[in-house]
């Protein structure tokens, strides 16, 4: 499928897999969980990331490891989420505690909980309350999704989002509940499934003809676009949707590298996916 890169023209080869970042891989599908690389070596001189993602599909991973600096290893597991359905992701703090567990046994010095539905239908009290009880019982620093998302928001001082979404109207009021609690305004989340035609895996040049006319066609004057969702390969077009709308772009894998940049005390940016990560506000 052809894919859009930093800086080309639409139909370019696809990204490079795992480049540009020492990496210490754990993958793990919902069952046993078994460390499949070296503990943190001096080749992990930066720290090491422990993430865990709740399906095993898609590029995220890989394209967050090429994005972080060297030095910086990861260790990922798996939560296998297959529904996405308000009934799963209430259900799913457990495994996600087993997963926190594990990740801090091995000595990450951060944990990178992803999936931010699960955690944005909590409310930032009842998550904070979550991951706070996490941090103390595990002694390890960790954020989810949904915080990093409003993190990278506040950081950028931005006020007001056009939000697109692969879920319903349940769960995007869900969301931007989530959002507004945390003092960012929403001009409209959008469920994308039936203007993608219910594809799981839309091409880069779909997802940014959608995502420009949904903004264009806003009347609640947001100042960003906020993607939710790393299932979407969304990395190539956040520059050009920045350069042609005017306006910067919040994508999940883009974030989570702030975030972790940010938390480790490494300010390495990166030109081509966004003001966000060439500029690295605190």
Known sequence: MEKLTPHTAPGLERRLFMRGAACATACVAGGALNLLAAPASAAVWRGMVGCIKPTAGGSSLADMIRLLPNGIGVAAVYLDLVERSRE????SYPTYEKHIAY????HCDLISIEGAPPFMILGPDGEDKLVDGWKQKYKADMF????NQVNVLKAMKLKKILGVTPFGT?????????????????AAMEDMRAALGGNPDPSNERMYS??????????GAPDSIYILGSGWDTLGIITPLEQDLGVPVVQPVAARVWEIQKRLHVRQPVQGFGVLLETLPA
């Open 144 to 147: 989810t999704s949904a915080q």
């Open 210 to 219: 959608i995502i420009k006319k949904k903004f264009l066609a806003q009347t």
């Open 103 to 106: 990740l801090a046994a091995q």
């Open 88 to 91: 799963e992701f209430q259900t």
């Open 170 to 186: 349940d769960l995007n009021q869900s969301y931007t509940k989530y959002f507004e609690a945390n003092g960012i305004g929403v």
